[in-house]
């Protein structure tokens, strides 16, 4: 069974994605923060991480290069509501797989996790 870790400070959207990553059979770890996120990855090694770009504390783009120094080549999926180009620029440098805009599209994120685990 493949793990996923959402890192989301919005507890709507990581209930909606609990729902969603259970229904298809994942295993669905969850942060609200970047901190709470690195604090996880101490002990487990998910699949993929779905990482929004803006939260309290450190942001995505601080989030994932403190991943990527630990966990090289981690499988990531990114995501705003906003346009971040530069952003979206820095994380792809540090290797994250695919950039979604938010409000999440059910199919669209479907199709990129899959993609992704299997990249």
């Given amino acids: ?5 959402v890192i989301d400070d919005e507890q ?3 209930e909606s994605l609990k729902g969603i990553l259970l229904d298809e059979g ?3 770890l969850f942060a609200e923060s970047g901190e709470d996120g690195l604090n996880l ?3 487990e090694s998910p699949d993929l991480i779905l990482l929004d770009i803006w939260l309290p504390g450190i942001d995505g783009l601080e989030t994932f290069r ?7 080549g981690q499988k990531a999926v990114v995501a705003s509501g906003y346009s971040e180009t530069e952003r979206v620029k ?18 669209r994120l479907g199709v990129l996790i ?3 685990l299997h990249a």
């Fill in 1 to 5: 069974m493949k793990t996923i870790l």
């Fill in 12 to 14: 709507s959207i990581r």
């Fill in 26 to 28: 994942y295993r669905a």
């Fill in 41 to 43: 990855l101490r002990d």
């Fill in 66 to 72: 403190r991943i990527a120094a630990f966990k090289p």
């Fill in 90 to 107: 820095a994380l792809q440098g540090l290797g994250v797989n695919a950039y979604l805009k938010k409000p999440y599209a059910l199919d």
């Fill in 114 to 116: 899959k993609q992704t």
